[in-house]
């Protein structure tokens, strides 16, 4: 198992930048993927990006060239630099890691931290 604790939240003007981070209870080498969800009021919980052990990355289309991701292996968290943000990010974002074991596959969740974005 591991824990996700986040940080980073809050409210931001349109065009600014906030920094989430997300520590693991556990070295992130054990963990085969981690990344970021949101979900806005009304809608359904999206990838918005993610980082593979290997340093592969994704990231949904409305983030691409704005947000990054990045992990502190020594710190065991992961980074979701969110630059140029706009109204429509707002939502609660959601740290995860997922876990391979056989044929199955685990995913843990973080509590969600608030991202707010005015206009």
């Known amino acids: 198992q591991v824990q996700l604790v986040e940080s980073g939240g809050g409210l931001v003007q349109a065009g600014g930048s906030l920094r989430l981070s997300c520590v693991a209870s556990?070295?992130?080498?054990?963990?085969?993927?981690m990344g970021w969800y949101r979900q806005a009021p009304g809608k359904q919980r999206e990838l918005v990006a993610a980082?593979?052990?290997?340093?592969?990355?994704n990231f949904a289309d409305s983030v691409k060239g704005r947000f990054t991701i990045s992990t502190d292996n020594a710190k065991n968290t992961v980074y979701l630099q969110m630059n140029s943000l706009k109204p429509e990010d707002t939502a609660v974002y959601y740290c995860?890691?997922?876990?391979?074991?056989?044929?199955?596959?685990?995913?843990?969740w973080g509590q969600g931290t608030q991202v707010t974005v005015s206009s």
């Open positions: 995860y890691a997922r876990i391979y074991s056989g044929i199955y596959e685990y995913d843990y």
């Open positions: 980082i593979s052990s290997g340093g592969n990355t």
């Open positions: 556990r070295s992130i080498f054990s963990i085969n993927a």
